[in-house]
């Protein structure tokens, strides 16, 4: 009974964990198209890396934050979802 009990409970924080990675990769998937829809010309994607770098030591932009907050958002929400997957697959390794 405590063994059933058990991987009932590891089911369920298995599924959570998968839920959570899927969540993160389909918003850095919809952001990464947003990001992708922005940009027009090839000389605003040359221009992002300073944009960004910009946005992120507080300087201000004449332009719009759009891009680079965009971009962040979905690089952020891409790592986390692929750390919560990682995290999943080496806690399951650990508990079989």
Known sequence: MV?????????GRDYMYQLISVMLLAMAATLGIFSAAYIRDLETLRTVP?????AICGRPDPDSLTLPLLLTFATMCLLGGVGVYIYRRVRLARIS
């Open 3 to 11: 063994e059933y009990t058990q991987r009932k409970l590891i089911d």
């Open 50 to 54: 300073d944009a960004i770098w910009d």
